[in-house]
């Protein structure tokens, strides 16, 4: 489409409807101004009737004053008003008759110069009607005039009507409608509708305005799908934390409702899968002398992911372990992150509780420990001294096989019974100051070296977490015993402790190279064997004797994992 200026072409029309009215007033002027002289034309023409009429008298008298009258005549006839009948613009017809008037009149001069009165009266009628032609002729040439100014004024008037009507015409498709159209899309641009077509036009300016138009509409949907975009992202990112957030809120207070265990674990990992779908999770717990503790979310441990991302389980100087993340998407490093140093927390609380706990259990024992020794030990002692004394004031009279063989004996059991308090004080005055129960064997079995020469080794392999404070002491007592009597009855030189698990049980097993189970079994009251049976099922559990083939004694405690005593 060509392109052109409305500009240029309104100024066209105004310019054409000017030059038309100035043409109109032109012609108008000019035609006034050329008529103004037709009056004295038409009164002249009709006074030279007169002038005629009159001259018959001089005519006939032969007077003195005809050469007068002639001069007045002719000054008539030569007359600027009449000789305009001679112009350029003047009919042929008018002219010609001007000129046969002047032609008449030298006929009739020469009438009147001789005196020729009858020639001249004879003369006189046509001469008068040459006259009246004339007059007729300029009056015809007067309204001719007249009716062609009143026609240009009609045809101009009729013109100017039809240049209004085509500018009106004009305005109306050209400038009226295209601005109507964008008034139309700026409403509905302003309705938030930026999808609009504007009108295009010949003209450039109202093409500029439709360019400018479209050109803020695109920008304005731009603007507007990006400000979109941005509250779409802000919100989805506000829902995302907020789930978040509520995440670990439900987690915390799962974490903190009750005992901290391996489904509890499970359970929070599980909830951050189902938050995190597409994602592999394992959660790795390493504490300090105890195997690594593996629970793994839903949909196992996938080993085709790129990568393993790692976030320690680490709170204040406590490092618990490690939630290994697994995925081929992004990463939300925050929740992740925030989730292990909640998980982190939790277990440090929960270690925490315990060890409260089994301080709170040892401290009564402490107390316990404290009252035997006060009563329960001071008459023992006081029992053995009597029975020396007694041994040594017999007559020799007095001693018989029999009464050796009481002394003896109540000497025995004094002694057994003095060993056991001891041994059972020592086990009551142990201590856990760290919940954690590989740290508390350690310190159990220091003890036990130092009042051995037999080598003791420890295999501890039980997950962190996975055991209650109560177990904690019946494990560490029992094992205890068992090493006691491998040392003091079985004569062992090499006894190794294996803590482990097999499927859903916990397996303890104490195992040495002494004199073998047979002659253990033997002396089971002495060896506190019903003591360690009794522990045993305390933990719902079963406890084993066995030989092993190169000698010597195992013994075997398989229980399952509680976090509460039935």
């Given at each position: 489409m060509k392109k052109?200026?409305?500009?240029?072409?309104?100024?066209?029309?105004?310019?054409?409807?000017?030059?038309?009215?100035?043409?109109?007033?032109?012609?108008?002027?000019?035609?006034?101004?050329?008529?103004?002289?037709?009056?004295?034309?038409?009164?002249?023409?009709?006074?030279?009737?007169?002038?005629?009429?009159r001259l018959m008298f001089y005519a006939n008298s032969g007077s003195e004053n005809a050469d007068e009258k002639i001069a007045e005549f002719e000054a008539t006839l030569y007359s600027d008003a009449l000789k305009r009948a001679l112009s350029w613009i003047s009919p042929d017809?008018?002219?010609?008759?001007y000129q046969l008037v002047i032609q008449k009149w030298q006929v009739m001069k020469r009438y009147i110069e001789t005196e020729n009165s009858r020639q001249y009266a004879a003369a006189l009628s046509d001469f008068v009607d040459t006259i009246d032609l004339l007059v007729l002729e300029t009056e015809k040439h007067a309204a001719f005039k007249l009716r062609l100014l009143t026609a240009s004024q009609i045809i101009g008037l009729s013109l100017m009507l039809v240049i209004a009507f085509f500018a009106v015409r004009f305005t109306q498709r050209k400038v009226v409608k295209p601005l109507h159209q964008l008034m139309e899309s700026a409403n509905t641009i302003s309705k938030g509708d930026f999808n609009v077509a504007v009108p295009q036009s010949e003209y450039v300016e109202l093409n500029a305005l439709s360019n400018a138009l479209a050109s803020t509409a695109k920008e304005l949907s731009s603007l507007y799908a990006d400000l979109e975009n941005q509250v779409k992202q802000k919100t989805f990112a506000l829902t995302r934390a907020n789930n978040e957030l509520k995440l670990l809120y439900d987690n915390l207070v799962m974490l903190h409702s009750g005992t901290l265990e391996i489904s509890t674990l499970k359970q929070a990992l599980e909830q951050l899968k189902a938050h995190e779908p597409n994602t592999n999770l394992r959660l790795v717990i390493a504490q300090e002398g105890q195997a690594p503790l593996c629970i793994e979310a839903d949909g196992g441990w996938s080993l085709a992911a790129p990568e393993t991302t790692r976030f320690a389980l680490k709170f204040a100087d406590n490092e618990l372990g490690h939630l290994e993340v697994r995925s081929d998407s992004e990463i939300n490093y925050a929740l992740f992150d925030n989730f292990a140093i909640m998980l982190a927390r939790s277990i440090v609380i929960h270690n925490t509780g315990k060890q409260r706990q089994q301080l709170a259990l040892m401290e009564e024992r402490a107390v316990i420990a404290r009252e035997l020794h006060d009563s329960l030990g001071q008459l023992l002692t006081f029992l053995k001294i009597q029975v020396n004394l007694l041994s040594k004031s017999l007559d020799t009279d007095c001693r018989s096989p029999?009464?050796?063989?009481?002394?003896?004996?109540?000497?025995?059991?004094?002694?057994?019974?003095?060993?056991?308090?001891?041994?059972?004080?020592?086990?009551?005055?142990?201590?856990?100051?760290?919940?954690?129960?590989?740290?508390?064997?350690?310190?159990?079995?220091?003890?036990?070296?130092?009042?051995?020469?037999?080598?003791?080794?420890?295999?501890?392999q039980l997950p962190a977490q996975l055991l209650g404070a109560y177990q904690h002491i019946h494990v560490l007592q029992l094992t205890r015993e068992a090493t006691l009597n491998a040392i003091k009855h079985a004569q062992a030189n090499h006894i190794h402790i294996d803590c482990t698990t097999q499927g859903d049980k916990v397996v303890i097993s104490i195992s040495d190279d002494g004199v073998g189970v047979d002659k253990l079994t033997e002396r089971d009251q002495h060896f506190g064997i019903g003591i360690m049976h009794e522990r045993a099922s305390r933990l719902s559990g079963m406890l084993e004797f066995s030989g092993n083939t190169q000698g010597g004694t195992t013994v075997t405690l398989q229980f399952p994992p509680k976090t509460e005593p039935e």
């Open positions: 052109g200026s409305l500009t240029a072409t309104i100024f066209a029309l105004m310019l054409t409807f000017i030059l038309l009215s100035s043409s109109l007033a032109t012609f108008a002027i000019a035609n006034l101004a050329y008529s103004l002289g037709d009056a004295r034309a038409i009164n002249a023409s009709g006074s030279l009737r007169m002038q005629s009429y017809a008018l002219g010609e008759q029999q009464v050796e063989s009481q002394l003896s004996e109540i000497n025995e059991g004094v002694n057994t019974a003095y060993m056991q308090l001891r041994e059972l004080l020592s086990t009551f005055r142990l201590t856990i100051n760290d919940p954690n129960l590989y740290n508390a064997m350690e310190a159990m079995l220091a003890q036990l070296r130092c009042q051995s020469l037999a080598q003791i080794s420890l295999n501890y």
